[in-house]
Structure formats: C-alpha cells, structure tokens
C-alpha cells in the first residue's frame, strides 16, 4: 500500500511543524492546516487517509466540526482528536461521533506512531477486502454471462422438446404429416 | 486451532442439513474449523463432538442458534448486482402495478414481495427504496417480508442498523444521506422504510404454512448451499406461494435447470427473471 495522506491541524505553528517533521520522517505524506476553516477546505479538495486534528482551536471550526465535515465528506476518512486537557467526557463525545482515536497533549510520538501502524493496517485488510470483492464480482459477472446464455438456450430447447412430443403424439394427424410439421418446427 | 475428524464432520453435517439445509461434505472441514473456533472456547468444549453433543442435550436451543448463525453466510450488500434492482424498477413493478390496479377495481392495489433469504436486511431495505422512489405513498397495499434462517441476521434485518462497512457497500451516497440517520460511525434505516418490512425466522426446507401468496420472490445465492435434492424441493414449494403472474428472481450465477420445471427465464436487458410456466 501506498503512503498515508495525513492532514495535520492545529492553530499552534509549532506543533504543527514539529508532528509534521515526524511523520515526514516515518514516510507519511503530510499536509497542514492552522485552522478549523483551513482544514474543511483541504479535506473537501483532496482524500487524507487521517486528519490529526487539535480538539479546541479559536474560529468557527473546532476539532469536532473538523470530524464532523471530514466523516462526511468521506466516511473512510480516519480522524484523531488531540485534546491539551484530558477530558474524558470530550473523548467519548469524539469517538461517538467517529472519531478512531484520541491522544493527549503533549504528544506521545511513539504512541501517535503506533496507532498510525494500526490504522495502516486496518486500511490494507480493508483493500484486501474490497479487491478480492472485487475479483469475486468480476468472476460473478462473467460466470452469470454464461450461465445466462444457457439458461435461455436450455429453456428455448424445453419448450421445443415438450412442441414436438406434443406434435408426435398429435392423434389427429397421421404420420407422414406429424414428421413434416416436426421438421417446420425445428426449422423454425 | 483444534483439528476436527472425519467422524466429526458427519456428525455436524448431518446436524447442520437438518438444521439449515445447508450441505457441508468432507472436504469442508476447514470452514467447521472457523466458523466454530469461537463457540469452542465459549462453551469450554475441548472437541468438536463435545460441542455437538452440549448443542443436542441443551434444552433452550441457545447453543444451537449461535450454531446455525456461524454456519450460515451473511455476504450481503445493499443492491448486490445492480441488475434485479433496475429490473425491479423498470419492468416488474410497472407491469405488476398495472394489472394489480385492474385486478383492485377502485380499491388500493397491493403488492406483496418477499426476500427468502434475506440476510440483515440489505436486500429488503434496497427492495424499500425502489418501492418509496417509485410509488406513490398511501396508494398501495404494501407487503415486504425478509425471512431467513439465522437468529442473529434477523435481529440485525430488524434493527436495520449497520456499521460503517456494511454502509459503505453497494448504498449510493445521496440515499444514504436520504433515508439513513447516523448516530457515530453507525447508520440507522428511516423509519419510514423500516415500517414498510417485517422480518421472521424461516427455514426454507419446511413446509411453507401460512406463508400467503406473493407477487415476487427473491431467492438470490441461498440455494447454492444446498444439495440439487433439497434445491428441487426449495424452488418447487416457491413455484406454490408465488402468483400465476409473479415473478422470480434467483442469484446470477444460478440455475433452475433441472431444477424446477415450473418456471420459465426470461431476460430483461442484462438480467435474467423467472415466471410460472
């Protein structure tokens, strides 16, 4: 799998320098944003793997407005939230609405690494998935092109048997003239 | 993971047909291995046998449903193949209308459909939204059941609540947005479209008592599971409840040939229908 695109937010430059400096370094590709408002506009112009996003920043455009607008530009879009106070209460609201993950300032890089691996992971078993799904759909289709065609072919043939048992069996015809109108039916 | 025996396997296959009318021979014991590993440990049974037995002697048949829900294959999305949904839309509800409409005589027409094996409920909630895009509310007697042989599918088929994997699959965003609310990374159906489904238990192999007649019938890759024996029988007990004009709709890559004489394929653009002979 590729690199993960990841959308780092945050109002304070040097935090922001600093987690992208990290991660450059792990071989993620990073992006920035300074604010709420900023990031809404990355996030609906291109696709992050995950947006590292401060809790509280100041403008319109909060940490959860940043999860928010993220989930639903596209769900598969992984957010984590990072909190400067630890709130508990913040936390869940944040997982609640979909939020893969929260961390706690000051950051923690080996954990912030850790949870990066295990979102990497999670996404190369999901494309696992979706190709074989896909390889599943294409044979599917193929095989339903097949089985189609003979489906009708056999159910044409059924009818036509079943015509002219029908047409052998006719009483009120006697045999020379039951085989010729056998023949006009198969010729037919 | 613990090996299963030959013996083994005999015991579960017959156990299991019985039970779901699936058909598991020898060379299955790989999928007995994972789809059992967990009731294993759950119920501290230290072989394949003991776990047979514990389901056999239970009397609340709990063990027994989560033995039929591991068992069974819940690989489902919301309008798998898009070609019965379009075919749905675009031939068979017209024409069913029309003549429900002659047949009503000034009174409301209705329309009865069932999804045999209905899974958790994609199916039916995909059937929903063509019927709400399609007809107008209020005019129709509505009729859509989603049986299917699994506790657990049922339940969920009843919730209509899905995480965001199941919702990713096969939904188009605008109906997602339309007729699902999201409370987290899970999705809830619209009540509007929950109230038009009802959900129960079935097994397919049963005789269908009190089952009514029905104007259409999906029965997609359930009968692959089964032996030509048991998939004669299913399709020949469909070919009673179904309407002298309704129709039938079978998985793609499966066949009634040889299997039921009663139905006729036909084709619509790229997907194939069957109707009573």
Request: hydrophobic residues 40%.
């Amino acid at each position: 799998m590729s690199r993960l695109n990841i959308l780092v937010v945050d109002d304070d430059p040097v935090t922001v320098i600093l987690i992208q400096k990290k991660l450059v370094k792990e071989d993620y590709a990073v992006d920035t944003a300074e604010d709420g408002q900023q990031a809404v506009d990355k996030l609906t112009k291109r696709y992050y793997d995950v947006i590292l996003t401060d809790l509280m920043m100041p403008g319109d455009i909060d940490g959860i407005g940043v999860l928010e607008a993220a989930k639903e530009w596209n769900i598969k879009t992984e957010v984590i939230l990072i909190t400067a106070f630890a709130s508990i209460e913040n936390a869940i609201e944040a997982m609640k609405k979909g939020a893969v993950d929260y961390l706690q300032k000051p950051i923690n890089f080996d954990e912030l690494l850790l949870r990066l691996e295990k979102i990497k992971n999670m996404k190369m078993l999901m494309k696992n998935a979706t190709d074989l799904r896909e390889a599943m759909d294409v044979t599917e289709q193929s095989s339903a092109g097949t089985i189609q065609v003979l489906e009708l072919e056999v159910g044409k043939l059924q009818t036509l048997i079943s015509d002219i048992n029908e047409l052998l069996l006719n009483d009120n015809l006697d045999a020379q003239s039951r085989i010729e109108r056998v023949i006009e039916k198969i010729d037919t | 993971m613990l090996k299963i025996k030959p013996d083994e396997i005999t015991l579960f296959s017959n156990y299991i047909h019985k039970l779901t009318g699936i058909s598991i021979d020898q060379s299955k014991a790989y999928l007995l291995e994972t789809r059992f590993g967990r009731l294993l440990q759950e119920t501290d049974s230290t072989t394949y046998a003991d776990l047979y037995h514990k389901a056999r002697m239970e009397p609340g048949k709990h063990l027994e449903k989560k033995i039929i829900d591991a068992i069974t294959t819940n690989e489902t999305l919301f309008f798998r193949d898009t070609g019965p949904f379009d075919l749905l839309r675009h031939k068979i509800i017209p024409e069913l209308i029309d003549s429900r409409i002659a047949k009503a005589n000034g009174t409301r027409p209705s329309l009865k459909i069932w999804s045999a094996a209905c899974s958790t409920g994609q199916e039916v909630y995909s059937i929903a939204i063509v019927l709400k895009e399609l007809l107008a509310k209020g005019n129709y007697n509505i009729k859509l059941l989603g049986t299917d042989i699994s506790d657990a599918a049922v339940t969920q088929a009843s919730y209509g609540d899905y995480n965001k994997f199941e919702i990713e699959r096969g939904l188009p965003k605008d109906k997602l947005i339309k007729y699902f609310s999201s409370s987290g990374s899970r999705w809830k159906v619209s009540d509007e479209l929950r109230s038009m489904a009802t959900f129960r238990k079935i097994n397919l192999l049963t005789p269908f008592t009190n089952l009514g007649k029905w104007d259409i019938v999906f029965c997609r890759n359930v009968a692959i599971y089964f032996t030509l024996e048991d998939r004669q029988k299913l399709f020949s007990q469909i070919a009673q409840v179904l309407e002298p004009d309704g129709y039938l709709i079978i998985g793609s890559t499966e066949s009634l040939t040889g299997v039921c004489p009663s139905f006729v394929p036909k084709r619509h653009l790229r997907t194939i229908f069957y109707t009573k002979r």
